[in-house]
């Protein structure tokens, strides 16, 4: 800047101070939109006097299922072009999930037909016929028939998502289905959307609806790469980690399953029994090496499955530590094998481990080993109870709560929820 003349110098050194002064200023707005979330979080909660005393087995409105603000343990992912059946199927088991995925993006049928499927559905929904009363009901049947009919209404509360095509890597039909979502309104509780990426709210931000949940699917390694960036931007409530599908992503061989045990020399296994007794010493050495071979190969197996294991748990962790920094629940993706019910079991305690609160589905007989699976224990719920009283007592001596407290608090709400939710459902079983 000395090259310049006086009066050059003195205008770049008014618009660098200008620069600071803006800079300045952002630093500050910063800062005091923290503080107004921190403030309105406390507000809402110091306001909310039954947050601590619900009675989740009366108040249908609090249950997971009907309440978009609690996080479901169990999403049923369904294909647009079987939702009638999957529901039915739904029906025949004690529990139902706490929220379902009209998922667009898995349907062997043409774009239109799958969205024409969902909009019949929604719009059946809303639309059921409704008994018509006759002049001879009492002023007390018409009552106990209300309220019978509002009873049913709330039990049967259905949380509903639909997941459209990705805006970017299909742009016509996810546009078209994002046209749809603009139909369906409130009609939906939110809208899912795969291989997200930082772009991809500004594409489908006109199309959403204010009362509309986002949740992102993280399938693909660049919305893994992206995930900060992408839950930073404040308006994504869930994050959904897809391993299945970032598997095949991350160009990794399908999973290798352990041999069963089973003696693999067919000779041994028909001899009869009564030359066992004349089993020479060779045959003996031949099946110990055959065993050692065995076990040398699923020692390897074992191993290989280790190494695929961890790209996939780099991803996850990455997508939970951004959605923990931005306050967005982490659920875990579908498990494919639906015929291995312990493989399913083992996965569900592998994600419980990890830190994600709830998983994605693909048959309601899973419904219930996931429910159990991301119910908190007696000592978790006492422990919340504890905290809840620690809170409440800071907040009727006027002790404004900090952002680390309101945390806590919230946590403990959705412990409490879903332990008194576990119990309603055992009551009902």
Not at 262 to 282: A, E, F, M, P, R
Request: glycine fraction near 4%; charge should be neutral.
């Amino acid at each position: 800047m000395r090259h310049f003349n006086p009066r050059l110098r003195s205008v770049f050194g008014g618009i660098a101070e200008r620069l600071r002064r803006l800079h300045t200023e952002y630093e500050l707005w910063c800062d005091r939109r923290e503080d107004e979330r921190t403030i309105n979080t406390a507000a809402a909660f110091a306001n909310d006097e039954t947050a601590s005393h619900i009675d989740y087995g009366t108040s249908n409105k609090y249950r997971i299922r009907c309440n978009p603000d609690a996080c479901p343990r169990s999403v049923l992912l369904i294909p647009a072009t079987g939702i009638a059946d999957m529901c039915r199927k739904q029906k025949r088991h004690s529990i139902a999930a706490d929220v379902i995925i009209l998922d667009l993006t898995n349907c062997n049928v043409p774009g239109g037909e799958a969205r024409d499927a969902i909009m019949r559905f929604i719009e059946s929904n809303e639309n059921k016929p409704i008994e018509k009363k006759t002049k001879q009901d009492t002023t007390e049947k018409k009552k106990k028939k209300e309220e019978k009919e509002e009873k049913e209404k709330e039990e049967e509360g259905v949380r509903y998502i639909v997941r459209v095509n990705s805006p970017e890597l299909d742009p016509v039909n996810g546009i078209l289905d994002m046209e749809m979502i603009a139909l369906l309104g409130k009609s939906i509780e939110g809208v899912a959307l795969p291989a997200v990426t930082k772009n991809t709210y500004a594409l489908v931000e006109e199309y959403i609806h204010p009362s509309h949940r986002l949740w992102a699917f993280f399938n693909t390694p660049r919305s893994v790469v992206q995930a900060a960036e992408i839950c930073s931007q404040g308006c994504y409530h869930y994050a959904v980690m897809d391993t299945a599908e970032m598997r095949q992503n991350l160009h990794l061989t399908p999973m290798m399953t352990t041999p069963t045990g089973k003696d693999n020399n067919n000779d041994d296994n028909k001899s009869d029994t009564n030359n066992i007794n004349n089993i020479n010493v060779n045959n003996n050495n031949n099946n110990n090496n055959n065993n050692n071979n065995n076990n040398n190969n699923n020692d390897n197996i074992i191993g290989v499955d280790l190494l695929q294991s961890l790209p996939l748990l780099y991803s996850s962790c990455q997508v939970i530590m951004a959605a923990r920094a931005y306050g967005m629940f982490v659920l875990d993706g579908p498990f494919m094998d639906t015929a291995d019910k312990s493989g399913f079991r083992h996965n569900l305690t592998h994600s419980r481990a990890v830190g994600f609160d709830g998983k994605v589905v693909l048959r309601p007989a899973q419904i219930t080993a996931c429910h159990e699976a991301f119910t908190p224990t007696r000592e978790e719920a006492e422990w919340a109870r504890e905290l809840q009283q620690q809170l409440n007592h800071k907040r009727h001596n006027e002790i404004v709560l900090g952002r680390e407290e309101m945390l806590q608090w919230q946590r403990a709400i959705s412990v409490l929820q879903r332990y008194n939710e576990a119990e309603l459902e055992r009551k009902k079983s």
